[in-house]
């Protein structure tokens, strides 16, 4: 079973930068997909980011160039890099493990671990 530790949220100001952490302990780290969603009051959770188990990327169209996803197996994390953050990027941030097929990103809100979430609030 894995565990995972997110860290890193915060108040932000609009155009400021924020850096999530997913720490993960039990299970073997490199054979996981890693995803980061996030949940706004009301709205359903989505995916943000994941990055496969061989380090390949994909991104939600309202975070394309903005959030950059990336692991560090060897540490045993996954990470966020938010940049421009915008008001409409406040949610509270999860980050999900899936041992998907190899060469898939994560699968969907039904499948893996989860962390218990870090508030990320974009407002001046």
């Known amino acids: 079973q894995v565990q995972l530790v997110e860290s890193g949220g915060g108040l932000v100001q609009p155009g400021g930068s924020l850096r999530l952490s997913c720490a993960a302990s039990?299970?073997?780290?490199?054979?996981?997909?890693m995803g980061w969603y996030r949940q706004a009051p009301g709205k359903q959770r989505e995916l943000v980011a994941d990055?496969?188990?061989?380090?390949?990327?994909h991104y939600a169209d309202s975070v394309k160039g903005r959030f950059t996803i990336s692991r560090d197996n060897a540490q045993k994390t996954a990470y966020l890099q938010m940049n421009s953050l915008k008001p409409e990027d406040t949610a509270d941030y999860y980050c999900?493990?899936?041992?998907?097929?190899?060469?898939?990103?994560?699968?969907?809100?039904?499948?893996?671990?989860w962390g218990q979430g870090t508030q990320v609030t974009v407002s001046s």
């Open positions: 999900n493990a899936d041992l998907s097929p190899s060469g898939l990103g994560v699968r969907g809100i039904a499948y893996g671990y």
């Open positions: 990055i496969t188990r061989h380090g390949s990327t």
């Open positions: 039990g299970g073997i780290f490199s054979d996981y997909a």
